[in-house]
């Protein structure tokens, strides 16, 4: 069985030419891209390429990052485009009512009065709450947020999400 590996980050474009790479995070824990942190990118040739942090700085909206042992553009060249990895056993615990995304992704949306909304197809985190893109069976899409007046109970383990419609919220 392949090992089960988390998208933490994505390989945007080189900078420079000291072998550092933009990346656009795709993770809660900045702590992910720190000085010593390991992640992991899927290679064609090599497989599964451990790197490890060199340093990370923000610049712009992304992370600008190093690798030790990737001095120069030509050494980081060949990761463009591609998805970083963290794996299972480096998971951070989390605290009661938080959720990983992956947990969330997949999940079916009904009311608390029992009617299905569709599923969870993706989220989005545009700043004081996520908001949980969720298409129907007819392919409609609703934005629900992710907020304690809607989202009534989370059931991971049943893969079930029991929101309140408000007024507006699903039209």
């Not at 474009?13 to 390991?38: C, L, M, S, W, Y």
């Not at 980081?76 to 485009?81: A, I, M, Q, Y």
């Not at 907020?147 to 408000?166: F, L, R």
């Amino acid at each position: 069985m392949e090992e089960r590996l988390y998208e933490v980050g994505f390989i945007m474009n080189t900078h420079g030419i000291k072998g550092e790479v933009k990346v656009r995070q795709i993770t809660d824990f900045a702590e992910r891209f720190d000085p010593g942190a390991t992640v992991y990118l899927k290679d064609e040739k090599e497989g599964l390429l451990p790197l490890t942090v060199e340093s990370s700085r923000p610049h712009k909206h992304i992370l600008l990052v190093k690798f030790n042992g990737y001095d120069s553009i030509n050494d980081v060249e060949k990761f463009k485009g591609k998805m970083l990895y963290i794996k299972h056993e480096q998971l951070t615990e989390l605290g009661p009512n938080e959720y990983y995304y992956h947990e969330i992704i997949g999940c079916t949306v009904k009311t608390t009065e029992g009617e299905t909304i569709g599923v969870v197809e993706s989220i989005l985190a545009p700043g004081a709450n996520d908001v949980f893109v969720v298409k129907d069976e007819n392919d409609n899409e609703y934005l629900i947020p992710h907020i304690e007046p809607v989202v009534k109970h989370v059931d991971v383990d049943h893969k079930v999400i029991t929101i309140e419609v408000m007024e507006g919220l699903l039209d």
